[in-house]
């Protein structure tokens, strides 16, 4: 089609402001699909998405508009993923696009993730049409958002569309709004091609499947295709669009976007970013902004039944071939016998990996401590990256240890700023920004090592905030820190999979914290055991459990025979969720107490 009447868009929204009920309705509006069709929300197709409200994967589909001008013209909806996990994957899904309508809920207003994508939008240089989502809520208030997002975002908002996803208020404007403000795809289909590979996925009948921007040239069925970092060429399987199903298609040429396959392997074959071109007409510059996705939080991840320990390194495999930004490597632990050490973008990440393992594959987990990469300079001038704590080098040996810094942006109402400005400084925050923005709430950017928001920090700012705070981080930088291990040790043998590293000033209150919580959570055994947390020899904080005085099944004695048989099974249901450590069983829950040592949360 010729680019002029091709229009490339996504929709920005902070999480539950409306995006995906605003595509389906935009999807119901151009007849892309029926009403009967729309009894789900479509985009978001994953089940664990569904159930979680949340979108992981984008998609781009694609609407046939009649405008109001006489033209039919085609709409890229890109969907882009809804979390702060998942920033990069976002930013390739803009560079797809020429403009993006910014959702803002007409009650909620401008939150945390609506401005981080915004910056990103802007750094695209998308066109941005704001949206005022919901005005059929009672509370909406159309005029205070409009204000909002001119004094916050910096754009006008005049022309902005209020509208109802639910209700199908203003969907037509929006429809127009796109056609006439969104500038038009540019790029010359007779030109060597250049396309962008914005998402990708692993089909097990046909390989990967790549989502594309093509920027220039075309490409079709049969064609000798490269990937740019991985100077592989592959022959193009076939091509098509979503509408949102799957359409065949013979070519897709400049400034559309589609899906192509070619027979790749996985996923970490066709990364996100990486610029796709003809074998034939090689080009000398690749599209910008390529980032390999790094890992920033890790954990170890252990079957329960070490027997399980094939079955899930399979699963983990399975994994990998569908998402390139998890790794994993075999891990050894005393405690916790063989299993994995995983990198993962973010917690969410983390949590969705392990969900599916739990489902898909009935695998029963430990998870340890999730923990950050640090460097750390050695007297030798070697400089190691350790997100291990079991692989601390020996603290005679270190000169420097350095923690990921992230910028963290916090939006919330002023009478939650109490807890909210103690509970960043807890966690070791520096404030670079405090401003009001209107309407009784203050927008706060702090600087603070990434591993105190890995630790217990959304949950703390929820509960500090009764839930109306939302945050939103990136990466930006390292900083160098007095960090030290702390051991834990349980009747008398330290714990490995317990271990975790902590700044040094906080090492006294998170021990004494992490030891209280762990002898909650150890059930007495037939003698009395010791919980100790270390830093080297020393000991800082110790409990002890005392020893059980009769045994479960003495106290039915002379009681009936199936009063027994459950007591037994009880024990047995109890213990597939425990972990033998030495002379002590641990139950799962211990190794992921670790994560609430803090003040304040110590107390349940
Ligand atoms: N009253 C009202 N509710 C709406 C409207 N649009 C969406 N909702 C509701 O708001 C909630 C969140 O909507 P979603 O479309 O799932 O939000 P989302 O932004 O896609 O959320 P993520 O997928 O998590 O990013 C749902 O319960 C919707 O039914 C609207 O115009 N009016």
């Known amino acids: 089609m010729d680019p002029a009447y091709i229009r490339n868009f996504s929709i920005i929204a902070h999480i539950d402001h409306g995006k995906s009920t605003l595509a389906d309705r935009l999807l119901e509006y151009t007849g892309a699909l029926s009403q009967r069709e729309m009894k789900e929300q479509v985009l978001d197709s994953m089940d664990l998405e569904r159930e979680r409200g949340i979108t992981i994967k984008a998609h781009a589909v694609r609407l046939e508009y009649h405008a109001d001008d006489g033209n039919l013209y085609q709409l890229n909806l890109i969907d882009t993923p809804g979390h702060v996990d998942f920033t990069y994957e976002v930013s390739r899904s803009l560079q797809a696009c020429e403009g993006a309508l910014l959702v803002v809920d007409a009650s909620q207003g401008v939150e945390a993730q609506t401005l981080a994508n915004t910056y990103l939008a802007i750094h695209h240089n998308l066109e941005l049409i704001p949206v005022i989502n919901k005005i059929d809520l009672p509370s909406a208030e159309p005029e205070r958002i409009k204000e909002q997002i ?96 799957p359409v065949p298609c013979d070519e897709l040429s400049a400034g559309e976007v589609g899906f192509l396959f070619a027979n790749i392997k996985t996923v970490s074959d066709a990364k996100i970013g990486d610029t796709i071109y003809e074998a034939a007409r090689p080009i000398t510059e690749p599209l910008p902004g390529f980032e390999e996705m790094k ?86 001038g070697d400089v190691l990256e350790v997100d291990n704590p079991t692989k601390w080098p020996n603290p005679s040996e270190i000169i420097k240890i350095e923690e990921p810094i992230i910028d963290a942006t ?43 928001v890995v630790l217990d920090f959304y949950d703390r700012l929820k509960s500090a905030s009764r839930g109306y705070a939302s945050l939103d981080y990136h990466l930006s930088g390292h900083r160098v820190s007095p960090m030290v291990k702390m051991d834990v040790l349980v009747a008398g043998d330290p714990v490995d999979a317990l271990s975790i590293i902590v700044h040094k000033d906080f090492a006294y209150e998170r021990g004494k914290g992490l030891i209280e919580r762990l002898r909650k959570l150890i059930p007495r055994q037939q003698f009395e055991v010791a919980l100790q947390a270390a830093i080297g020899a020393k000991i800082i904080a110790r409990e002890s459990i005392a020893a059980l005085r009769k045994n479960v099944i003495a106290k039915c004695y002379g009681g009936d025979i199936s009063r027994k048989r459950k007591l037994l099974e009880k024990q047995k249901e109890g213990k597939r969720r425990m972990k033998r450590v030495g002379r002590v069983e641990i139950p799962q829950e211990a190794f992921l107490s670790v994560l609430k040592v803090s003040q304040g949360s110590s107390e349940d």
Not at 304 to 332: M, T, V
Not at 430 to 437: A, R, S, T, V
């Open 295 to 380: 890992p920033m939080v890790f954990a170890g991840l252990y079957p329960i039944e070490s027997h399980e320990h094939g079955l899930l390194r399979d699963a983990l495999e399975k994994l990998r071939l569908n998402d390139s930004a998890f790794n994993f490597e075999p891990e050894n632990s005393v405690a916790l016998g063989f299993g994995f050490r995983c990198g993962f973008l973010g917690l969410l990440h983390l949590e969705i990996v392990q969900e599916r393992l739990e489902r898909e594959f009935q695998i029963d987990l430990i998870t340890t401590a999730p923990g950050v990469r640090y460097l750390i300079t050695l007297g030798n």
């Open 150 to 245: 001119e004094n916050i975002i910096g754009l006008d908002a005049s022309e902005a569309v209020l509208a109802s996803a639910k209700s199908g208020i203003g969907i037509h404007e929006i429809c127009e709004a796109v056609v006439k403000r969104v500038p038009h795809a540019k790029g010359d289909p007779d030109k060597p091609l250049r396309a962008l590979i914005f998402d990708s996925w692993f089909d097990p009948y046909r390989g990967v499947i790549i989502l594309t921007r093509i920027l220039d040239g075309k490409v079709r069925k049969g064609q000798k295709i490269r990937l740019w970092t991985t100077e592989t060429t592959y022959e193009v399987d076939g091509l098509g669009f979503q509408s949102p199903k």
């Open 410 to 452: 916090v939006i919330t109402r002023e009478e939650y700023l109490g807890e909210i400005l103690k509970l960043l400084e807890e966690k070791r925050g520096d404030q670079k920004k405090f401003e009001h923005i209107g309407g009784g709430r203050v927008m706060l950017v702090y600087e603070m090592p990434l591993n105190e």
